[in-house]
């Protein structure tokens, strides 16, 4: 994964992660944004690494919408405390 110039990937950098998670990719699908309320797919999210794991943030009003911090064990913590919802594929 490359940054961009502006130092971010964009939200695709999150479908591993949430393949873990949730078991499923879902990068596609809109999520709402608990800060701002701007209702977008999550690949658009501004999606910042660092050694510590992964921080993705609103597009439009760049507040967090989720977090992974991976340990050097491989333990994982995910959180989405920005994301107010997430659409989700039909079973």
């Given at each position: 994964?490359?940054?961009?110039?502006?130092?971010?990937?964009?939200?695709?950098?999150?479908?591993?992660?949430?393949?873990?998670?949730?078991?499923?990719?879902?990068?596609?699908?809109?999520?709402?944004?608990?800060?701002?309320?701007?209702?977008?797919?999550?690949?658009?999210?501004?999606?910042?690494?660092?050694?510590?794991?992964?921080?993705?943030?609103?597009?439009?009003?760049?507040?967090?919408?989720?977090?992974?911090?991976?340990?050097?064990?491989?333990?994982?913590?995910?959180?989405?405390?920005?994301?107010a919802a997430l659409e989700?594929?039909?079973?």
């Open positions: 994964m490359c940054p961009t110039p502006a130092g971010h990937l964009d939200g695709n950098a999150l479908a591993g992660v949430l393949a873990d998670a949730l078991g499923a990719d879902l990068t596609a699908r809109e999520a709402r944004c608990r800060h701002c309320g701007t209702v977008d797919v999550l690949a658009r999210a501004l999606v910042y690494v660092s050694a510590m794991g992964l921080v993705a943030r609103c597009a439009t009003c760049t507040e967090v919408l989720a977090t992974t911090v991976i340990a050097d064990d491989g333990r994982r913590w995910f959180g989405m405390p920005g994301v989700m594929p039909a079973p």
